[in-house]
């Protein structure tokens, strides 16, 4: 087994983690390599490029938080094979273990004793009066939101190639199941499962109350549009990535991407388990 490396270089304890995670790897015989960017931050050559994982690793460690592993998508490219998450820090949604638990890490791929949780990708594409633009990947959700003015912005959406409805809002998410735990529920949004076969369509504060989240089967198109131009350019934003700068004229075509994403869970940790610790629920 060959374990990929990619790090948040913004962790203040990023390089001690990754000498312990190969350390730890070693000791139960897995050969790793560092992701291309991350090694040229510690100083070494040879690293291995982000989109090449896919031939060259069978596990992609990627060594931050939640942030760092929404990062990860877009320098992994499509990625079918697990992705753990190592926390620097406290156990995060999208996590699978934290830096103080590299050796049950690294014993866990050496018997396989772990398994994977496939979550669905967002794939969008951003069409303006032509041909569309190169697809944008999300784990979390896609927005389209209002830009530099202070006032409420007005948007279409469609599901299907039908009218769902014209917005006044602050701005719309679109989110996956995966999502839900994010941007999505600050907005108002409910939670789900990660294996449901759903998109939630979300509202950015809304002008009427009446305007809620809508959740809707993940086999349908959505596109989202500006429908004055007087109110100026939106910011087309993706996992809080990507921003680009969206027109009346420009839509945003929505749809679930042909892959996925495949987060390696250790035995015994679930999402469940995850949001009793992050919303500090009661139970077991």
């Not at 998109?199 to 504060?205: H, M, N, S």
Request: aromatic letters at 6%.
């Amino acid at each position: 087994m060959k374990v990929g490396i990619l790090a948040n270089p913004q962790k203040p304890d990023a390089r001690r983690v990754i000498g312990e995670l190969r350390e730890a790897l070693a000791r139960y015989g897995i050969e790793s390599v560092l992701e291309s960017v991350t090694a040229e931050w510690v100083g070494e050559s040879g690293g291995v490029a982000g989109r090449d994982f896919q031939k060259e690793v069978d596990v992609a460690a990627v060594l931050g938080g939640d942030g760092t592993m929404l990062h990860a998508v877009a320098r992994l490219g499509v990625f079918e094979k697990p992705v753990a998450g190592v926390n620097i820090g406290t156990l995060g949604f999208l996590t699978s273990c934290t830096d103080g638990e590299l050796d049950l890490f690294a014993s866990a791929l050496a018997t396989g004793e772990f398994r994977t949780s496939r979550r669905t990708l967002l794939e969008a594409r951003v069409c303006d009066n032509g041909e569309p633009m190169d697809p944008f990947y999300a784990l979390n959700e896609i927005t389209l939101a209002r830009g530099q003015t202070g006032r409420l912005v007005s948007l279409l959406a469609t599901v299907g190639g039908e009218v769902l409805n014209h917005y006044r809002a602050d701005g719309l998410i679109v989110a996956t199941p995966t999502g839900s735990t994010a941007y999505s529920l600050s907005a108002g949004g409910p939670l789900i499962e990660p294996a449901a076969n759903v998109f939630l369509i979300t509202p950015i504060c809304p002008h009427s109350l009446s305007q809620r989240t809508l959740v809707i089967s993940d086999d349908v198109e959505i596109v989202l549009s500006p429908e004055r131009k007087e109110e100026g350019a939106m910011l087309f934003t993706v996992d809080g990535r990507e921003t680009v700068p969206i027109s009346k004229g420009t839509r945003i075509i929505v749809r679930k991407a042909d892959h996925g994403f495949h987060l390696l869970r250790l035995e015994g940790r679930s999402f469940y388990e995850a949001l009793r610790q992050k919303l500090k629920w009661s139970g077991g």
